[in-house]
């Protein structure tokens, strides 16, 4: 026997905030029984779950772990753009002249994430 990972769990200081945010990110939508205040929200997108649950402490160091998004219909630099407009803020910015590379950029709490290339991107500068 083995274990499966059911979701993977992120501290906040607003879940049903930071959730909505992410479920914005993911084309998602946050448990039917979340509210604004609750404790707890739960992101349920193609390939993950996420649960934001709030906590009294803040966020003090940077990310042991971080997601990586890559965009499924769109490029990665239109997708950095829409999600500076959904509130991300620039983190860092690694992308090479040859089209490779990444942004990396942090949610409204502060948590850091990458945006790599599309798939579409990266047929076209193997091919």
Known sequence: MSSLVRHV?????????LGAFWAEVLDAKLGEDDHPGDPEALVEAEGAAILFVTVPDAKTVKNR???????????????VERLLSLGATLVGDRRRPDGSGWVTL?????????????AAERAATTS
Do not use: L, M, W
Not at 9 to 17: I, R
Not at 65 to 77: A, E, G, L, M, N
């Open 9 to 17: 769990t992120v501290d906040c200081a607003d879940a049903y905030q």
């Open 65 to 79: 772990i971080h997601f990586d998004v890559q965009p499924k219909d769109r490029t990665r630099d239109e997708e």
């Open 106 to 118: 942090a949610d409204p709490e502060g948590n850091e994430f990458c945006v790599e290339r599309s």
